[in-house]
């Protein structure tokens, strides 16, 4: 049985970490530019201490001009070369085809952020790696507002914790958890923005249907979620209390949540959790 995670475990991230290593980027797509400039941002690092390629060097350049930071193009032995630590950042199915040039990595921290690809499959690939790390963050990170899971094979050094802290830190919140979890994190976590942007589309395409115009059917959607998010976040009451502090006998709301109740809302949302969950850890075994 996996271990539950204590509240303990979520770590704030409330101020800038500068590190000096040289993080290396092995792609330069949209999570991988998300934590580049996050990084920027904070200053957890110069531009200087950014390397990254792409797939066609195309991506990585256009990165590289924009922000300062340093491209070697697609020659992932440079990247090797120039990094004190490395991003895994390019699609899990992309393991196999680039098996040859991943097997050079040696002795370094190597982070991943390959959804579904656990540690024991990196450590096949990267068989001289040093320190490997499994991670899972989510979109929301590209404004600080992240939540990353991270699990390692090995016992981190001090300094290699510090340098984990201050980049996935730099996304938002940080979680360690066991790796028989991260299927079901990613699930709920990971692909969790996709389910509530869902949710405010649906909600906005509900209020244009019943008479509010489409600009203030999607402001008010945007707003109701993100409002109701930081209040649930802020609030120590759990959300079923929130939710039926708005709740009045025989009132909209309650009539509103007839209707979801009716519907199996909670049903569908484990369905969709579940079917998540499944697919990443078929994608594991791929
Ligand atoms: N998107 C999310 O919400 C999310 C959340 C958590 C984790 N992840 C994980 O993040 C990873 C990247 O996802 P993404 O959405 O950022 O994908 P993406 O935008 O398609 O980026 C993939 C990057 O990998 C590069 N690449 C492909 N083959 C390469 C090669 N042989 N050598 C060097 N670079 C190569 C691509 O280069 P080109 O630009 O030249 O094609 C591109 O820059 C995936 O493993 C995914 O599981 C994503």
Known sequence: MAKQLHPSCIIPFERSMRISSKIG?????????????RLLNKQVVKPQQLYCISEFGRGAGAFAKETGANTCGNSSSDLIAASDILVLAFKPQQLETQAAQIAEINNRLV??????????????????????????????????????AYCSRNQLENSDREALMAILGSLGEVIEIEEALMDVHTAVSGSGPAYVFEMIAALAEAGEKEGLTPYLALKSAKQTVLGAAALAKQADDPPEELRNQVTSK???????????????????????????KLRSIEMGKE
Do not use: C, Y
């Not at 040093?130 to 939540?147: A, C």
């Open 25 to 37: 980027f092995w792609g330069s797509g949209n999570m991988a530019s998300a934590m580049m400039r």
């Open 111 to 148: 982070l991943s952020i390959l959804a579904g690809t656990s540690l024991e499959k990196l450590k096949k690939h990267i068989p001289n790696a040093g320190i490997l790390v499994r991670t899972m963050p989510n979109t929301p990170g590209r404004i600080g507002e992240g939540l990353t």
């Open 250 to 276: 025989g009132g909209t709301t309650a009539a509103g949540l007839q209707a979801m109740a009716d519907g199996n809302f909670r049903d569908l949302i484990h369905q969709t959790v579940r079917e998540a």
